[in-house]
């Protein structure tokens, strides 16, 4: 079943959440590789810095539209640069990952909310006359 018809900021709002939830993708799977270059006790220097790099990406995408997701992003790739134990970081980037997507699909279920438009029935009179 198709979604409700948008205006032109509801449809470019969706486009960049799209975009956001496909790069969200991606760092996901490169936080999971991440953890198993851990867990095989490889050098997880190779393996972070992607991360660190796709983060700040992922933020400057949703920064006008989405601020406070913006913020989030870049909280965690803060987060991530602090020196700590490797399994403490993988925690933090999984629950951050978390958080992001669940912030992301509430921001798609309000765009659709806000931006839906209303179909006119055909055939009925209008109010004004």
């Given at each position: ?35 198993l270059a851990i867990k095989r ?28 997701i913006s913020d989030q992003a ?56």
């Amino acid at each position: 079943m198709a979604g409700p018809k948008l205006d032109g900021a509801g449809t470019e709002k969706m486009k960049t959440l799209d975009e956001a939830l496909m790069q969200l993708h991606r760092v996901h799977g490169l936080v999971e590789t991440y953890a198993l270059a851990i867990k095989r006790s490889q050098p997880p220097a190779t393996y972070l810095m992607p991360i660190r790099r796709a983060l700040p990406t992922l933020a400057s995408l949703l920064k006008w539209q989405f601020g406070l997701i913006s913020d989030q992003a870049m909280a965690l790739n803060m987060g991530v640069s602090r020196g700590s134990n490797e399994q403490v970081r993988v925690r933090m980037l999984r629950e951050g990952i978390g958080a992001l997507r669940q912030a992301i699909d509430v921001a798609i279920v309000r765009v659709k909310e806000n931006h839906a438009e209303e179909k006119k029935a055909a055939g009925t009179p209008s109010a004004a006359g």
